[in-house]
């Protein structure tokens, strides 16, 4: 039986916007009203993510503003903020409190902005991203975002010989995916030749290996297993796994092993009573190249330390035997912190139903995300299956 | 319960030159930053244990692009193996590879005080 159904997805374009944090909200969550085919008046619980809003914009207290910009006041909102986990530690809260029979109808969602369009520079936002590693232990020498996924990816390189190349790749199939999506913040494919060329942000990674700053929203419908019969192509909810790792990075027993994510996958897998090898593709946590090659290690797509090869080989392309990141992922698909999880969430309800056009897995009906927060401290893993 | 190791000390044994641990009776883990914890067992039976200022980089990055607030670029930073724990720091020569052998040789402070191991080639 599955834990929920979604019943309703959707989401902005990821680039950049000049459009309120509301009103970039409001585009996903209309548009995932009217996919499932509720009024505003059915929803009767709303939880959502939002990272850093107060940081960017100086605007906190973000729920019931953005409920009320949706038709929706009135009913409980919740906020999350787990860094780059917002969004889908939302959803898993959402899954919970309709599986427990507390809400029939929830909207989950998020949205941030993380553009030059908050007024913020690059070096501001720089800093306002590094505020998710430890204020004492990682931020006084000056650690950026980049420089997390790059110490993980440095050890991952010299345990097994993962090279500059492979994560060129890893650019490469998700430019090449991006340029498929509508959504994406690039539609523009790259080669590898082009990103090794790229200026080095944190050695390994040149800015090919780094995801944009984007601004975006993502929304979708949950309901309870038994409701979800009585709408349009539900897609189920087999299992949300969620898991933490030790901080700071050097306490940590294997970096690069992302313990979180093995943890999340276990658990969404053995709720959904099912398998990685099950699994037709995955969205997984790309914020820089490395990330995708560790996260398909932990999500068990591929053997350990065979990430970067799985990516040279295009075992791991739209056409390859263990898809990931038909969308593009974050680093072609953007990566608005705080909408993220959802837009994952979007993307596998899509292929689930045969929806996702060009860059369809063909014939898709089990797929797993993968979204990640912070130092890898948070991990949330989500499996979902077309329902019969 | 044995006292708690706080940042505050931490910090200052940095500036003095000294790298200060946890080490936790029940499970034996050694962490290189206070916890009130052990974060392997939950155990509070934790001794503050001075940590060897000599040791092996375990990974390293160069930053290029630094945040607000810091002019520099290309810096090193670095996780270092010290004994049985492990701390996070900045490496003062360039070039300082995996598996190199390096040693504590001062600090870096941010605007708030809060201070960062410098290490070099040994």
Known sequence: MARAAVVGADMTEFGVHDRSLQELFGEAALGAFADAGVEPSAVDAFYFGNAMGGQTENDTHLGPKLASHVGIAGVPVQRFEDACATSANAFKNAVEAVEAGIHDVVLVGGVERCTPETGKDTAEMTRIFASASHRQYEQPTGLTFPGVFALFTKRHMHEYGTTEEQLAEVAVKNHGNGALNPNAHFGKETTVEEALEGPVVADPFRLMDCCPFSDGASAVVVVSDDAADSYDEPVDVGGVGHATDVVPICDKETPHVTQAARDAASQAYDQAGTSADEMDFAEVHDCFTGAEILASEAIGFVEDGQGGAAAEEGVTARDGERPINPSGGLKAKGHPIGATGTGQIVELAEHLRGDAGERQIEGAERAVAHNLGGDAATTVVTVMEARE | ?122
């Open chain 2, 1 to 122: 319960m044995s006292e708690t190791l706080t940042h505050g000390e931490w910090n200052r044994a940095v500036q003095e030159g000294e790298l200060l641990g946890q080490h936790c009776e029940e499970c034996d883990h050694t962490q290189g930053t206070p916890k009130a914890a052990c974060p392997y067992c939950g155990s509070t039976d934790l001794e503050t244990v001075e940590l060897p200022t000599e040791g092996e980089v375990y990974t390293e990055t160069t930053i290029n692009v630094p945040p607000e607030g810091i002019d520099e670029r290309g810096y090193q930073v670095a996780v270092v193996q010290v004994g049985d724990a492990r701390v996070m720091g900045r490496l003062v020569d360039q070039e300082i590879d995996i598996g190199d052998r390096v040693v504590l040789s001062g600090f870096d402070e941010d605007d708030q005080g809060n201070a960062t191991p410098r290490f070099e080639a040994q």
